[in-house]
């Protein structure tokens, strides 16, 4: 699924970021440039996201916080875990997919409640998302 402004890659910023990436050997290890391709599909998910937030509000404003601290969390620590070394980056990237997993968790009981129903492209970036972030701590 590609958004508005060209999907993964396709602003600006995101070029530069992969340019630097590429041009800085302190990154050149395995799977140095994924956080930052996660990053921007946990930055997606998040405006996918926000309607279904905004629904789980009106029935339980609790859970509808915790999905959006959870995914904001996950957005920050993969990006923080982009620019950290060694065990470092390993328990950032660990608590990335520790939160992206615990989103998924609190969406499977606002479904089980009757507040949402959950799109299959949301199960799926989420998946993806954890299972990305998983091979990343490997």
Not at 9 to 37: C, M
Not at 49 to 65: C, F, Y
Not at 104 to 132: F, N, Q, T
Request: charged content about 25%; some cysteine; aromatic content about 6%.
């Amino acid at each position: 699924t590609r958004s508005a402004r060209g999907g993964v890659g396709g602003s600006p910023r995101n070029r530069e970021e992969t340019a630097h990436l590429q041009s800085d050997s302190s990154n050149s290890g395995r799977g140095a440039r994924y956080p930052f391709v996660v990053f921007e599909h946990i930055v997606e998910l998040i405006t996918w996201l926000a309607p279904l937030v905004q629904r789980i509000a009106k029935h339980d404003r609790p859970l509808a916080e915790q999905i959006r601290r959870a995914a904001s969390a996950a957005g920050a620590l993969c990006r923080e875990g982009s620019y950290a070394r060694g065990g470092n980056r390993v328990a950032k990237i660990h608590q990335a997919m520790s939160e992206a997993d615990e989103v998924r968790a609190h969406l499977r009981i606002a479904e089980a409640w009757g507040h949402i129903i959950v799109e299959d492209r949301v199960w799926d970036r989420l998946d993806h998302i954890v299972a990305v972030l998983f091979k990343l701590t490997r």
